[in-house]
């Protein structure tokens, strides 16, 4: 059986899908106003493989991620940059697909932007609106009346008398109470608007993702996940819309991750530690980037620093080093009798324990690197798999690209058959000081009696 943890519940729960065999999962995507950072990779890839392992169980999985295109970021940086907020969304977009690419992430089953759904948004105001539970105000916007939900709070743990308490929110005369959001904001010149009931305007963020959802999963569906700083206020005004509008459980499992530190501080554009996923990459490969990620588990903190990203290229070069020079027997499925197989199944259906499933990844290479047993590095590259890993050819990954002024394959090669000649014409001295060449160039050879193979440090 798979367990998972349920933020709402705050316990490991069996997962039970409402229809057998099937997962509706929707997740909370970017707001495309910039490049993404770290921390979204960490978030996207995290529910990749949460994605990969439900359909590696067998389950018929719906995955949603949405993408929101109209926003306050939006229509500052486009006015910033001098272009229309429509060309910034295309622009941004593309980026994070390339971004999302270098990192191994699927396409999720639908990736609706928000402005493709105003209609659906404006059917669940209305609702609101009709079952008391929203109102149109004096300048046009339209705000939910949180008091008139019993539940609000029960996602996030904290209640409006706490927060009323605990925190001073600038008086609004438009709000019947401090606390209420809003759902649909007045038309300002010069921004994107749409008719609605209400005047011209533009939705509110958190009625966004209920309609979208609503639309592909159905009022009522499995999985809801993100950012763990999504709980509040995000989530939990998302469950006030959508069970204040359909009169029923909105989802019953919420999932969230936890967030990247960057040298034991969170991540944060005001402390100067903020970086793109772009950065990261002009250093690092994709790959390696995503083993860092998912050899912790998707619930607990992470640490970010180039030590900690070198320890993962070494760890991801360890595993494919294993597979190197074996030719595969064709893919016939997972055994998962297979005792390896096993505990990285086991594993896996504890609340998606990738930390301990990679250890298996480790254990597995281990064996191979003894055995050279096919069967075994079949597998190795299977589960691998799973996770989105071991995918590419070996050498691929240990002869990697040039960076920067780096040797390329070729002058690699060609100084490899210099010392080779060398050492037959017994020119040690030779010999040694191109072995020092390619050492300080980064390129790590490894001598043995059927040759001389090399690797990227």
Not at 145 to 159: H, N
Not at 216 to 237: C, K, S
Not at 395 to 413: M, T
């Amino acid at each position: 059986m798979l367990n998972l943890y349920n933020t709402l519940t705050r316990q490991k729960e069996v997962f039970k899908p409402i229809a057998p065999g099937k997962v509706k999962m929707y997740v909370c995507g970017m707001t495309v106003y910039d490049l993404c950072h770290i921390g979204h990779a960490r978030m996207l890839t995290a529910f990749d493989v949460i994605y990969r392992w439900f359909t590696a169980s067998g389950y018929d999985v719906t995955y949603v991620r949405n993408i929101t295109d109209i926003d306050d970021k939006i229509i500052k940086r486009s006015a910033e940059r001098g272009i229309s907020p429509e060309a910034l969304v295309e622009e941004t977009i593309a980026d994070m697909h390339a971004d999302t690419g270098a990192l191994g992430l699927l396409l999720p089953t639908f990736e609706p932007r928000a402005t493709q759904h105003i209609g659906g948004m404006q059917d669940i105001i209305s609702k609101l609106i009709a079952r008391g539970k929203a109102y149109p105000a004096a300048n046009g916007d339209v705000y939910y009346a949180v008091r008139e939900f019993p539940g609000y709070g029960k996602l996030s743990g904290k209640t409006l008398d706490a927060l009323r308490a605990g925190e001073r929110i600038e008086v609004d005369p438009n709000k019947r109470d401090a606390h209420d959001f809003v759902l649909w904001k007045a038309a300002k010149p010069g921004e994107p608007q749409w008719q609605s009931p209400w005047g011209a305007g533009r939705p509110g963020w958190h009625i966004e993702c209920s309609a979208m959802s609503c639309h592909h999963l159905g009022e009522h569906f499995d999985i809801h996940g993100g950012g763990e700083d999504l709980q509040f206020p995000h989530h939990e005004n998302e469950i006030a819309q959508s069970e204040g509008a359909n009169e029923q459980q909105y989802v019953n499992y919420w999932m969230h991750n936890g967030f990247i530190n960057v040298d034991g501080e969170k991540m944060s554009k005001s402390l100067g530690n903020f970086f793109t996923i772009r950065d990261v990459l002009g250093h690092f490969d994709g790959e390696v980037i995503r083993f860092f990620i998912v050899r912790s588990h998707y619930r607990s903190p992470v640490n970010f620093t180039d030590g900690i990203l070198n320890d993962a290229k070494q760890g991801l070069t360890r595993l494919y080093t294993a597979l190197r020079g074996l030719a595969l027997p064709a893919a016939t499925g997972i055994d998962w009798s297979n005792p390896y197989a096993a505990r990285f199944k086991a594993a896996m259906d504890d609340d998606f324990g990738t930390s301990e499933a990679v250890a298996v990844l480790f254990d597995l290479a281990g064996e191979v690197n003894k055995s050279r047993d096919l069967a075994q590095a079949r597998l190795l590259k299977d589960l691998g798999g799973v996770l989105g890993l071991l995918q590419r050819d070996p050498e691929a990954f240990l002869q990697g690209e040039a960076g920067g002024d780096g040797l390329s394959a070729e002058q690699v090669e060609a100084l490899i058959q210099a010392r080779k000649d060398a050492r037959t014409a017994k020119n040690w001295a030779e010999s040694d000081r191109i072995r020092d060449e390619l050492t300080a160039a980064g390129i790590v050879l490894e001598d043995s009696a059927a040759g001389t193979t090399w690797r990227r440090a």
